[in-house]
């Protein structure tokens, strides 16, 4: 009986907890466009991957450049500007950096980038926001605009030099 009682209470505990845990917020500092700081804790936005901060792409009508690994932090830093955004921890990644959806204004915030197109949905890890990409995509809206290479492909390219 009392393993039973153990059994339960652990399922419980394992159910609640996420839905306890005290959100972090707070006004945002954008490393990246996948990347907050609130009050000195890095923040990961979990299930979305955007361009790297030096990562440059191809405007698909003229061919110019595009610095879109900035364009992408740019995006994120103006949807958050100086609003409230909580973000509710969901583990930790390779680098020890929070995993967290957060959201400002009551708008998921991982949703909002992909949809703007300034990142791609993270299926490798999540695959919540495959509808706000193939929207995305089909307006050539942010990255869909310009020929690039996916975030997780161009950090491999550049561990590999």
Known sequence: MLGQLLGVSAVLCAIWSPLAAE??????????????????????????DAPESRQICTERETGEPVRCGQKAAFFLAGMLGEHTVA????????????LA??????????AAMVRAGWALAFVRYSREYEAQ?????????????????????????????
């Not at 959806?101 to 991982?110: A, K, N, P, T």
């Not at 869909?144 to 550049?158: L, Q, S």
């Open 23 to 48: 959100p972090i917020a707070g006004r945002a500092s954008v490393i990246d466009g996948d990347t907050i700081e609130i009050h000195g804790t890095r923040i990961r936005l979990e299930g979305i």
């Open 87 to 98: 973000c509710i921890e969901n583990g930790r990644d390779r680098y020890r950096r929070i």
């Open 101 to 110: 959806h957060c959201q400002v204004d009551g708008e998921d915030v991982g």
């Open 133 to 161: 990409e193939a929207d995305a995509r089909a307006a050539g809206a942010g990255l869909w605009a310009t020929e690039f290479v996916v975030p997780w492909d161009w950090r491999a390219a550049r561990r590999a030099k």
